[in-house]
């Protein structure tokens, strides 16, 4: 909760305020319901609260709640480990049981991407290459799980690699699953070619909507084309509050995926 006390020390906010902040920062989403019930009070005023909690940059309204604010990089890794914590780790539980004893596996980058190495220890003759230094760093211990790491600069911020050339990297195996996360998942509408649309019928026929997958950074976009283009079965892991963040650099639609586990 750190992080929520230093961004309001500035601003003259109620402690109810601040509760809210530590909440959305603890779960990254709240609905309106949810949170006027925590407090036992009226829709109207959450929804005047977490105005003025807007106004100030320190929310963002989304779907009929509030969450983080949008900003281009992302969290500390330490908060977000700490965020949704239980959804990650059942989430990484339903993962973790279906990765076959013998196979080559890409991870990704991410805290639930760390939270399946950590569930992979029952596990033998695994080859696991990844730039995920946390799930790296728990693998390296296991003499029946064969880790493979980039060389490049840690950052710090996410705990992972992505510098250098980790495309090329990833692109020397071939994984039977790859495994990655994503900042955010939105749904996109994309006009139809010129040449394939119809005059008939409604011009809302023309237009073509589906769920992508999102980074913050086109490198980290980057790294996990790499990683799904390379693997066989291609696997994305999302928490729920990722439908409700925004972020810019394409991974690619949920579609392309084999399996998305989630709590959405």
């Not at 992979?120 to 696991?128: A, D, I, K």
Request: charge should be neutral; charged fraction near 20%.
């Amino acid at each position: 909760m750190h992080h929520s006390k230093v961004a309001t020390s500035k601003h003259k906010i109620s402690v109810r305020q601040q509760t809210i902040i530590d909440m959305i920062h603890k779960e990254e989403y709240c609905s309106i319901e949810q949170l006027a019930h925590s407090f036992a009070i009226t829709t109207q005023t959450i929804r005047r609260d977490i105005n003025e909690l807007c106004a100030l940059g320190l929310a963002c309204r989304h779907h009929g709640g509030v969450g983080l604010p949008v900003t281009l990089t992302n969290r500390s890794y330490i908060s977000r480990k700490i965020s949704n914590q239980d959804e990650k780790q059942l989430i990484a539980e339903q993962v973790a049981t279906q990765i076959p004893n013998g196979c080559t596996l890409f991870l990704g980058i991410g805290t639930t991407i760390a939270n399946i190495a950590e569930r992979l220890s029952g596990h033998s003759e695994l080859r696991v290459i990844t730039n995920n230094f946390e799930a790296a760093h728990h693998l390296s211990q296991y003499e029946s799980i064969e880790t493979w790491l980039p060389g490049g600069r840690i950052r710090s911020n996410d705990r992972d690699i992505v510098d250098g050339r980790i495309k090329e990297f990833y692109g020397q195996f071939n994984a039977d699953i790859g495994i990655i996360s994503c900042a955010s998942v939105r749904l996109i509408e994309q006009p139809r070619a010129l040449n394939q649309i119809p005059l008939i019928p409604a011009i809302q026929s023309q237009i073509t909507s589906y769920e992508v997958a999102f980074e913050h950074e086109l490198r980290e976009a980057e790294v996990s084309q790499a990683i799904i283009n390379g693997s066989q079965q291609k696997w994305l892991v999302a928490n729920k509050a990722k439908w409700q963040r925004k972020a810019n650099a394409k991974v690619a639609p949920l579609h392309y995926f084999d399996q998305v586990f989630s709590e959405q």
